[in-house]
Nanobody, 133 residues
């Protein structure tokens, strides 16, 4: 069974950068659609980004509209890892960040990841990101 472990969170000043990692074990992560989600205190979980299973050595990437240009999702298949590069972070980015994955056997989990986060079967434990001066 696929297991996911996030890391890379911490305290960062506004305008700074962080790179979150999601390492998979028990499965080959590039076979899965992998999403990043976040949940701030008192708020509902929201979708951040998603990267599709590789096809023809390429993955498609998807972002929440409000985060385009600041966050970048990528894969390193050799490390069985998906990254979320966060640049120019702001206090409103403070949240617990989770990665999630599912196997796109009959559908794409990335195509509507913001609305369908609950359909991902595999979740990590989360990593805290705090943006403060």
């Amino acid at each position: 069974q696929l297991q996911l472990v996030e890391s890379g969170g911490g305290l960062v000043q506004p305008g700074g950068s962080l790179r979150l990692s999601c390492v998979g074990s028990g499965g080959i992560l590039d076979y899965y659609d992998v999403g990043w989600f976040r949940q701030a205190p008192g708020k509902e979980r929201e979708g951040v980004s998603c990267i599709s299973r590789e096809a023809a050595s390429k993955s498609s990437t998807h972002y929440a509209e409000s985060l385009k240009g600041r966050f970048t999702i990528s894969r390193d298949n050799a490390k069985n890892t998906v990254y979320l590069q966060m640049n120019n972070v702001q206090p409103e980015d403070t949240a617990v960040y989770y990665c999630a994955a599912d196997y796109p056997f009959v559908k794409s989990y990335c195509s509507d990841f913001e609305a369908q986060g609950h359909e991902f079967d595999y979740w990590g434990q989360g990593t805290q990101v705090t943006v403060a001066s």
